[in-house]
């Protein structure tokens, strides 16, 4: 197989460091792999298995030579340097909802819709976090039953934040049992005007909110991004919050379908879906929850219920590590149908 030189932008972030693990563990052929930051980490030594890299800054002049790039530094910075790797011959798998919702754009979870890779023009966006767990658990649902309509609540870890989300947690649970009062620096989003503590509480605002419709950003994500990917007006109503979880999202998903529910049809579509585990047996209390699976890269489904008033009514929770299947392992499951597909 064909060996590629690679490239992680933003490699020493919470998605970053998992691509890093996901590009060994799941055998995406490399020659050579350059991790870029920003200056605030250059020199910075990352080792990993019996590999260590030097962290290099990120500068237009960063792809030359690079077949594929990863990148998972925020959006600004994919608005900024995606053009710069496209001009230098580099495939750009972008985490950032800054390309996703270009026409031009594949957005792509692989079980789900693979077949749009082909029309690739240099960059493909990868989903947001909370969408690629519901498609994926509901991609076979909706092949069979036509889905028409989605109500989802999210129950969200901090690492959806990224580091900072991660480390304010730690923070204020340690100062609320110390009995201070916790201090709110980043959550629920760096860029509005206040912050809440997250230890001991639920935040109903994940991103900033678009006043004129009264949803949070994350929750217009789910509702666009969901349509572009199925390829279909499916009805999405979306409550996003962010929960004292350090990683791993949890989602209530009722869908209303064409076709009336048949449960043990439903059964067996989701045991048979690829990526995901079906994780339901109630007399053994056998359901997902996030602290479960944390560092795997499967979307994990229970809770499978029929709604009591309608027959075409489903109830489900889908739990997924955000950090792998939302982000770094959809990435390089993205790179890895590419060569797949000969497209890389
Ligand atoms: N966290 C999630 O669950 C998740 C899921 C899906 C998508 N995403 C998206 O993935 C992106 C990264 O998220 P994250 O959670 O990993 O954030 P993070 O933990 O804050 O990491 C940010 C990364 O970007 C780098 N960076 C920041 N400014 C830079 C600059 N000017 N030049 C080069 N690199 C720069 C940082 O490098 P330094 O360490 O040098 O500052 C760090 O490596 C975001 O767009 C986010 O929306 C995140």
């Excluded at 990224?162 to 959550?187: C, F, H, I, N, W």
């Excluded at 929750?219 to 666009?224: F, I, P, R, S, T």
Aim: aromatic content about 8%; glycine content about 6%; hydrophobic content about 40%.
């Amino acid at each position: 197989m064909k060996k590629l030189n690679v490239a992680i932008v933003g490699a020493t972030g919470a998605v970053g460091e998992e691509m890093l693990r996901c590009i060994y563990e799941f055998n995406f052929p490399f020659e050579s792999l350059k991790l870029l930051a920003s200056s605030r980490s250059k020199g910075k030594e990352v080792v990993f298995k019996e590999d260590t890299y030097i962290v290099e800054e990120l500068t237009e002049t960063s792809f030359e030579g690079v077949d594929v790039a990863f990148f998972a530094a925020g959006g600004s910075i994919s608005a900024k340097f995606v053009p710069f790797a496209i001009e230098a011959g580099c495939v750009c798998i972008d985490n950032t909802s800054h390309f996703r919702m270009d026409p031009e754009v594949p957005l792509v979870v692989p079980e789900v819709n693979a077949y749009a890779l082909k029309d690739h023009k240099g960059v493909i966006a990868n989903p947001n976090c909370t969408t690629i767990q519901m498609v994926s658990a509901l991609t076979q649902l909706n092949d069979y039953f036509d889905i028409e309509r989605i109500i989802v609540s999210t129950y969200q870890a901090v690492s959806g934040a990224g580091v900072a989300g991660m480390e304010e947690l730690y923070r204020q649970s340690r100062e609320v049992l110390d009995g201070q009062e916790p201090v709110a620096k980043t959550l629920p989003c760096g860029s509005d005007k206040k912050h809440f503590p997250i230890a001991f509480n639920c935040i109903p605002q994940v991103d900033m909110f678009d006043l004129d419709c009264g949803y949070s950003k994350e929750e217009l994500k789910m509702v666009n991004e969901t349509k572009k990917i199925f390829n279909k007006d499916i009805k999405v109503n979306a409550t996003c919050v962010r929960v004292p979880v350090l990683r791993g999202h949890s989602e209530s998903v009722y869908i209303e379908t064409k076709k009336p529910i048949d449960m043990d049809k439903v059964m067996e579509l989701l045991g048979n879906s690829h990526g995901v585990d079906l994780y339901d047996d109630l007399t053994n209390q056998i359901y997902p929850m996030a602290n479960l699976f944390i560092g795997d890269e499967l979307v994990h489904v229970g809770r499978v219920r029929k709604d009591l008033h309608n027959d075409h009514g489903l109830n489900l929770w889908v739990v997924a590590d955000q950090l792998m299947k939302g982000a770094a392992y959809n990435s390089v499951d993205i790179g890895l149908k590419m060569i797949e597909m000969d497209l890389l």
